[in-house]
């Protein structure tokens, strides 16, 4: 426990084994990564096969080519991987200081960071995302929210305003495919910090770094049992939020399955929080500094193919300055690359599956009909196979269109203009949603008023989708409840 040395220094030297990655990148035979043929889970400490029959295929979406097969966790895969992490809990990880749970939070993120390449590789490779964004954002932000919860092991009583604090037990964790090492990060750093156990299930379609954080888990020699991981899509999922021997549940995903994991769990006295979708609105006032807000319209919606819950996918601009501000932010989006996500100069990668590719083509196809135009830019082609769509932006839409109301989940920002503070509010407010808004003005009163009338959980002045493990994010109304992040991330998983 003394020497934070992780004990076996991975192999680097290993090549990526993959005819299909290569179509993209040849270059990405440099990449110090491996692909095994086929994954299991992390139960106890082990990576094991899965008891079950059953796999699916991971897919890298720049190509479209199988990455790997993985197993599908059934019923005694999930009880297992419970009964796991119930015994970890009971025997070792609550029974720990927090002073000793806060070394190894501290050796994890240590490592994340010697390894953040090959996290980054993999990740673009299975996400589609771009490898700029993993290495400089997934990666180095996943790495810091270890630091910042590992950081808080030893001072829960200031969580817990001076009461014992008492860990849940097992916590059972659904993430998406859009941030698969940060929403890992989010979940499981501040569940062990607590003293709680983990049994977290990866996306369907993601999977590959989550099985390479179990190694980095194996090396940092976490107790077995604290952190388990089972594959798996919806099914699994299920099995996992329904388990009887769960505590907890943290969710992040869409909003329809965030309510069906409430039906499923509801009367089962389990704790739950929900991170779900939304439909941000960003809000140019005339008097912003208007190149920044070009820039800051770009990271809201662009970022990560607006595969993003709080992405700025509405642009609600101060009348006057409508035309000019669009006219600059298409000038502006023409200069971005869509292309392979392996290559450092990429911008927009690729869109995660070709079900969200469809999704995003149906939503453009019913954004036509209801009479939007919709402008497509990028600084090149994309490529001929993979799934790809340009930066769209969608002017002539009303409030009411589907387009405006309905989360899409890709890189199309929908365009809305306003000619009062009280109506941007009021447009901004008129949502299903509530998880992030973004105010542009050089007027701080403005800022303020406007922030506060907003009615999220997230608003973000002069600036777009920054994080930071120090501030709660989450949401209102059908954007969930709870908060991950800060001191407010401790709470959902303390009894007292
Ligand atoms: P999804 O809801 O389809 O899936 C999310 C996860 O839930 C996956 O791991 C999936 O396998 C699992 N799942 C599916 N059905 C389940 C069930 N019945 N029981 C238990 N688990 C089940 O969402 P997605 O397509 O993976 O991600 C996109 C959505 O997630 C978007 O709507 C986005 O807004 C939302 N999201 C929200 C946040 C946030 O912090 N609020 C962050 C990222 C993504
Ligand atoms: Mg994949």
């Keep these: 426990m003394d020497n934070p040395a992780p004990p076996h220094p991975p192999d680097t030297r290993h090549r990526l084994r993959l005819a299909g990655a290569l179509e993209l990148s040849p ?102 995302k771009p490898i700029r964004e993993t290495r400089d954002v997934d990666l180095p932000l996943a790495a810091a929210h270890f630091f910042y919860y590992a950081g808080w092991a030893d001072k829960l009583s200031y969580a817990t305003r001076g009461a014992p604090p008492r860990s849940l037990g097992v916590a059972a964790q659904v993430i998406p495919w859009n941030f698969p090492m940060l929403m890992l990060a989010w979940k499981i750093a501040p569940a062990l910090a607590t003293g709680n156990t983990v049994v977290l299930k990866p996306a369907e379609t993601t999977p590959l770094s989550a099985m390479l954080f ?63 979708g939304g439909k941000g609105a960003n809000i140019i006032y005339a008097d912003a500094a208007l190149d920044q807000a070009v820039e800051g319209c770009v990271d809201g919606i662009f970022f990560n193919q607006g595969h993003v819950c709080c992405a700025g996918s509405r642009l609600l601009l101060e009348e006057s300055i409508a035309e000019d501000f669009i006219a600059r932010l298409k000038r502006r ?41 919709v402008w497509q830019g990028g600084a090149c082609e994309p490529p001929g196979s993979g799934y790809f769509v340009r930066p769209t932006i969608l002017t002539g839409v009303q409030q009411s269109d589907t387009v405006v109301r309905e989360e899409i989940f890709g890189p199309v920002l929908a365009c ?81």
């Design 27 to 128: 270059s990405i035979e440099k990449h110090p990564v491996t692909i095994h043929e086929r994954y299991g889970h992390f139960i106890n400490g082990e990576l094991v096969p899965g008891q079950g029959d059953e796999s699916f295929a991971t897919v890298n979406p720049a190509t479209g080519a199988t990455l790997a097969q993985v197993a599908a966790a059934g019923q005694a895969d999930v009880d297992a991987a419970v009964a796991a992490a119930r015994k970890a809990h009971d025997e070792v990880w609550s029974k720990l200081s927090g002073l000793e749970r806060g070394k190894y939070l501290f050796r994890i993120a240590r490592r994340l960071q010697e390894r953040s390449r090959e996290f980054s590789v993999l990740e673009t490779i299975d996400n589609g």
């Design 214 to 276: 179990a190694e980095l888990l194996q090396e940092v020699e976490l107790p077995p049992g604290v952190v388990n991981i089972v594959n798996g899509a919806g099914a699994t999922g299920n099995l996992v939020v329904s388990h009887p021997g769960v505590n907890k549940v943290a969710f992040t995903g869409s909003t329809e399955v965030g309510r069906a994991i409430m039906r499923t769990i509801a009367g089962a006295g389990k704790r739950a929080t929900m991170e779900l």
């Design 333 to 373: 989006v023409e200069t971005l690359r869509v292309g392979d996500p392996l290559d450092k100069n990429t911008d927009v990668g690729a869109i995660n599956s070709q079900g969200q590719l469809r999704t995003i083509e149906r939503y453009l196809e019913i954004g036509r009909e209801e009479g939007a135009t």
């Design 416 to 496: 809305l203009t306003f000619r009062t503070p009280d109506e941007a509010i009021a447009k901004a407010n008129d949502s299903e949603y509530g998880l992030a808004c973004g105010v542009w003005s050089e007027k701080t009163s403005k800022v303020f008023r406007t922030a506060h009338a907003l009615n999220c959980g997230v608003v973000w002045a002069n600036g777009y989708n920054l994080f930071d493990p120090s501030s709660p994010f989450g949401g209102v109304r059908h954007s969930g409840f709870g908060r991950e992040g800060g001191i407010a991330g401790l709470w959902p998983y303390l009894e007292a």
